[in-house]
């Protein structure tokens, strides 16, 4: 049983594995934070534990869904996992060509070969946009996906003197606020809504058990449930108010290993049918 786990930072294993360590990447920052040799099992880790599996993990930190997703979405087709946890991004992140800076050439090197395709899955299967050296993508010509938080320009734009969240700073640069400035509103939940459906309809077309694990509330997963749309995730934020916990920006997925101990144990009360359905088919 091997289990894909995709997402943000909530899908970062210990080390800050992630889609980027997965993938061989040449970080040339590997830890980013202060607490990078903390140790710390991850609630999907004692799923897998508890099943006789493993886990992978693909999550992108600071990515919204429509980049996490398209993560996944890449992994999923390979065809190796049995099966797959995707921690829902905030709907208020967003992605750009933040290094193309206004040059033509540099967009065309970045985006034609994905608009000219000639078979839509190899969009999927040949991108390359996420650089072998993040995330100093800008500055030595590699191509590369930048993440935007539409968050933090929402603070600057109310006038908020400090915003803090995620460790963002208070001001954009002009390029991400032009880019913020273009970017209609509904895109942002829309696109994030249409990736989940679009995963969970994958993964329910080629029998891949899945969970949504979402970590914000009131956001993406609620508005599916409104649409009326069959679905089910598990909002193990709750985890948080019934542990008494919050979220350690500086840990790997946010939690300590007593607390991701919580949060399994409140995963396997939505979730009682978890070892049926973590059960590899012959």
């Excluded at 710390?40 to 534990?49: G, N, P, R």
């Excluded at 509904?186 to 029998?207: E, F, G, Q, R």
């Amino acid at each position: 049983m091997k289990i894909l786990l995709g997402g943000d930072s909530f899908a970062e294993l210990e080390k800050y594995s992630n889609h980027y360590t997965s993938s061989n990447y040449n970080i040339s920052d590997p830890s980013g934070k202060d607490n990078y040799d903390a140790s710390v099992t991850h609630w999907v880790e004692m799923l897998a534990d508890e099943v006789g599996g493993e886990v992978v993990s693909h999550g992108v930190p600071g990515a919204g869904v429509s980049s996490s997703g398209f993560v996944a979405l890449q992994q999923l087709i390979t065809g190796n996992y049995d099966a797959f946890v995707f921690c829902v991004s905030h709907h208020c992140r967003t992605i750009s060509n933040k290094h193309v800076r206004g040059n033509f050439d540099r967009w065309k090197q970045a985006t034609l070969d994905d608009l000219e395709f000639n078979s839509g899955i190899e969009v999927y299967k040949n991108n390359r946009m996420y650089s072998r050296k993040f995330p100093d993508t800008h500055l030595d010509g590699e191509q590369g996906i930048f993440h935007l938080n539409a968050e933090e320009y929402l603070a600057i734009s109310r006038g908020e003197a400090q915003y803090r969240d995620f460790g963002m700073n208070t001001s954009a640069e002009p390029n991400e606020q032009h880019y913020l400035d273009n970017k209609v509103g509904y895109s942002y939940i829309h696109d994030a809504v249409t990736t989940v459906v679009t995963l969970d309809a994958y993964c329910k077309a080629h029998n891949i058990p899945v969970v949504f694990a979402s970590a914000f509330p009131n956001s993406v997963s609620e508005t599916i449930t409104d649409m009326g749309i069959p679905y089910k995730h598990f909002p193990f934020y709750e985890a948080e108010v019934v542990g008494g916990f919050s979220v350690r920006h500086e840990y790997p997925s946010h939690y300590s290993t007593e607390e991701h101990k919580q949060i399994y144990a409140v995963f396997k009360h939505f979730y009682p049918e978890y070892q049926t359905m973590f059960t590899k088919k012959n």
